[in-house]
């Protein structure tokens, strides 16, 4: 049974940084396409960041593309999101997420977060 459990969310000025954490079960992290959307109240969920299965390559939302950095330890089977810079409009519940092995490229899981799983989410606020 796959299941991901997020940590590391908070409050934090702007320009400030957090680091995201993701406890993964129940899969292999290199099959599967991993990576964390965002959805800040009123609005759709937006994807952030994801390495693709496919290819093995990070992809970025332009919002955060400078910011952001991805990272997996696969021994400790853990995902990572360092978040710098960080702007009021980070503002969001943060998801970590995983979806099974296929041929859909990583660009797709940022226009679209369609992943299979994800966890409960930890909030993030950006605020002075």
């Known amino acids: 049974q796959v299941q991901l459990a997020e940590s590391g969310g908070g409050l934090v000025q702007p320009g400030g940084s957090l680091r995201l954490s993701c406890a993964t079960r129940?899969?292999?992290?290199?099959?599967?396409?991993i990576g964390w959307f965002r959805q800040a109240p009123g609005k759709e969920p937006e994807g952030i960041s994801c390495?693709?299965?496919?290819?093995?390559?990070?992809y970025y939302a332009d919002s955060v593309k400078g910011r952001f950095t991805i990272s997996r330890d696969n021994a400790k089977r853990m995902l990572y999101l360092q978040m710098n810079s960080l702007k009021p409009e980070d503002t969001a519940i943060y998801y970590c997420?995983?979806?099974?092995?296929?041929?859909?490229?990583?660009?797709?899981?940022?226009?679209?977060?369609?992943?299979?799983?994800w966890g409960q989410g930890t909030q993030v606020t950006v605020s002075s």
């Open positions: 129940g899969f292999t992290l290199d099959d599967y396409t």
């Open positions: 997420a995983a979806d099974p092995p296929n041929d859909y490229s990583g660009d797709y899981y940022i226009f679209t977060p369609d992943f299979d799983y």
């Open positions: 390495i693709s299965s496919s290819n093995g390559k990070t």
